[in-house]
């Protein structure tokens, strides 16, 4: 199994043993490719069922502070595509169990060549991509040939989507639905809108792919009140912060908390 339908099934599994599916996010490199290696391991032992793996860019538009310097860190090493696909495959050649999808902009796919890219990543076996900068409008070459390499096209919805392009959206998606919790950049925040469970309730009715929330979910609390309303969390901000403070000793807290908010997306 591979790319979209892998991905689908982790979500599903999780959903079947009782709980939302955690999907934690690292950026690659940071704070060099060593570190990120444990850090996807340590996912793994504790309980995540699919990983989001940023591929560093200039111009990270959707994200907010903590990520964006997890981006400078990152960019010092001269991250590339091949660079990337490359590591991917090496993780599987030793065993890796988890579906990894990219985070990325959309300009290094376009410049490396679309249909190159998404046959490279077949044969690293990267489940997919989120492309955050990319609207459904301007998404029709990058569907087509994530669709003919059975790879995961994510794309994302916002609390402003109205719910006829929301329908749109999670149609045009394969793998998983990215809503978006609130109006703005990612980042770690105390509370969370109080309408977002009723609005989660709405893009799970409609979507025929399983819905993940991300952006702000940082704790235990925002876990709990989440996973009875979304298929799968995104965890980033908050996870990126431990790499930020621990480096290269990182891998062993993130273990620890990820494990933390496992449990607590038990229904």
């Not at 991250?79 to 991917?88: C, G, Q």
């Not at 919790?181 to 609005?199: H, K, M, N, Q, Y």
């Amino acid at each position: 199994m591979i790319g979209a339908e892998r991905v689908r099934k982790a979500i599903e599994e999780a959903h079947r043993a009782g709980r939302a599916a955690l999907i934690p996010y690292f950026c690659a490199w940071d704070p060099d490719l060593e570190t990120t290696r444990a850090l996807l391991w340590a996912a793994a032992e504790a309980g995540a069922s699919v990983v989001e793996l940023g591929f560093p860019f200039s111009d990270p538009l959707a994200d907010g502070p903590i990520i964006q310097a997890a981006t400078q860190r990152a960019l010092k090493h001269r991250p590339t595509l091949e660079a990337f696909l490359e590591f991917v495959a090496a993780l599987y050649a030793e065993g890796y169990p988890l579906p990894v999808v990219v985070m990325g902009y959309y300009n290094p796919f376009f410049r490396f060549g679309l249909s190159r890219f998404v046959q490279a990543a077949r044969e690293a076996g990267l489940g997919g991509a989120i492309i955050p900068d990319l609207p459904l409008e301007e998404a029709r070459p990058w569907l087509r040939e994530a669709r003919r390499a059975g790879l995961a096209a994510v794309l994302l919805a916002a609390p402003t989507t109205p719910p006829e392009r929301l329908e749109r959206i999670a149609r045009a998606s394969s793998g998983f639905l990215y809503y978006v919790s609130v109006t703005g950049i990612t980042g770690v925040r105390e509370r969370l809108p109080e309408d977002l469970a009723l609005r989660l309730d709405l893009a799970r009715e409609i979507s025929p792919v399983p819905v993940a929330v991300g952006f702000g979910i940082s704790k235990p609390e925002h876990v709990r009140l989440l996973s009875p309303h979304a298929h799968a969390l995104v965890v980033g901000s908050a996870l990126v912060r431990i790499v930020e403070e621990e480096g290269r000793r990182a891998p062993k807290r993130v273990q620890k908390v990820l494990s933390e908010l496992v449990s607590a997306a038990e229904r």
